[in-house]
């Protein structure tokens, strides 16, 4: 009786990230190798049970890049040409556009897992720290659908929801939702910082709501500089529209309008508890079957659609024609969400058959 080989990853970077992917990586069945620029640190993530083996593996079918950002494209294309000309790469990186432009591969699908710790390197790694996290998958015009499938596979294996966005579209929402935030409590932290130093009380006075607006300020600084270099324009669009927002408070204020500021506080409430608590079960599915023209781009057209709706894919296929130039897309999701993916694909010319899966 023949037993199936595991399937084979490789990481790249052994800091938190890395290190906790391959765990995940390793509690699913997959046999990891990786390697870091770190020797301590390399040698501490294969302790610690990240790592089957230290070392590139040649056979692997997937790398995962978890190096800073502005290392990542050098990283990935070093890592496509070691392995096989199947073999998928992906990275984890907090930037997308600058990363997918430089690398230019089919088979490089860029990542970015919504996740971390106040804890570093090996030492926080977690097999557990991506259940129910956000992880943005950012295909474009020539990504290689089979890539995207393992990818977006091996991502929901580590039980995290796949979000497509186009690069551009993800460094625009992700300066909002964490790039202006880190900042702003950093800034935050370093005022209270500096007035303690007059006032020595004062950060024995911080109670929860300022412990709570800081606590990402507590995070390794050493990624930022270069995330703010590599997304510097989203930034610096957000912390100006940040800005405005602020003087509107700082006007009601100095107005004594207490209607307008609680009607603020308010819609802030709302919408904090409304927040996703995390990746929703999968339920019942179903599936969309589209006849779509076989030609580069529709891969990316259909994920990200469904990421703009917020919609997750649990599976997808491109079945290609034997003859003429059309293929059938067939993606999976929560059968609650199936209607509005459906609606969408139809505005955008595409026609969609749906079916309940049983």
Do not use: Y
């Not at 990935?76 to 392995?83: K, P």
């Not at 703010?228 to 405005?244: D, F, T, V, Y």
């Not at 781009?297 to 024609?321: K, M, P, Q, Y």
Request: aromatic share 2%; hydrophobic share 45%; glycine share 10%.
């Amino acid at each position: 009786m023949r037993v199936a080989k595991p399937r084979r990853a490789m990481v790249v970077g052994t800091g938190l990230i890395g290190a906790s992917a391959g765990m995940a990586l390793r509690r699913a069945g997959w046999h990891v190798s990786g390697t870091d620029s770190d020797a301590a640190r390399q040698a501490e993530a294969a302790e610690r049970g990240a790592l089957d083996e230290v070392g590139v593996d040649p056979d692997a079918d997937l790398a995962i890049v978890a190096v800073p950002v502005g290392a990542i494209a050098h990283v990935a294309r070093e890592a496509l040409a070691a392995l096989g000309p199947s073999a998928a790469v992906t990275d984890v990186g907090g930037v997308k556009a600058s990363v997918v432009e430089a690398v230019r591969s089919p088979r490089f699908v860029g990542g970015h897992p919504m996740a971390g710790s106040e804890l570093e390197g090996p030492q926080g790694a977690d097999p557990s720290l991506f259940e129910g996290a956000t992880w943005v998958l950012t295909p474009v015009g020539d990504t290689d659908p089979e890539a995207f499938r393992l990818v977006s596979s091996v991502v929901g294996d580590l039980g995290a929801e796949v979000v497509a966005l186009s690069p551009e579209r993800h460094d625009a929402l992700v300066a909002i939702v964490s790039h202006v935030p880190h900042l702003v409590a950093a800034t935050m932290m370093a005022e209270a910082a500096a007035e303690a130093e007059e006032h020595a009380v004062l950060l024995r006075l911080a109670a929860g709501g300022f412990r709570d607006m800081t606590r990402v300020a507590s995070g390794h600084p050493g990624i930022w500089p270069e995330v703010c270099k590599q997304n510097a324009i989203p930034i610096k669009e957000g912390l100006g529209r940040l800005r405005s927002a602020l003087d509107r408070v700082i006007s009601t204020i100095d107005a004594g309008d207490s209607v307008g500021l609680t009607d603020l506080l308010e819609s802030a409430r709302k919408a904090r508890r409304s927040l996703p608590k995390g990746a929703a079960s999968a339920g019942p599915l179903s599936e969309l079957r589209i006849r779509i023209p076989d030609r580069p781009g529709l891969l990316a057209e259909l994920t990200t659609t469904a990421g703009e709706l917020g919609i997750n894919l649990f599976d997808l296929e491109i079945a290609h024609s034997a003859e003429g130039d059309l293929g059938v897309a067939i993606l999976v999701v929560g059968s609650a969400q199936a209607a509005p993916l459906r609606e969408a694909l139809v505005a955008n010319g595409m026609r969609v058959a749906t079916r309940e899966l049983g």
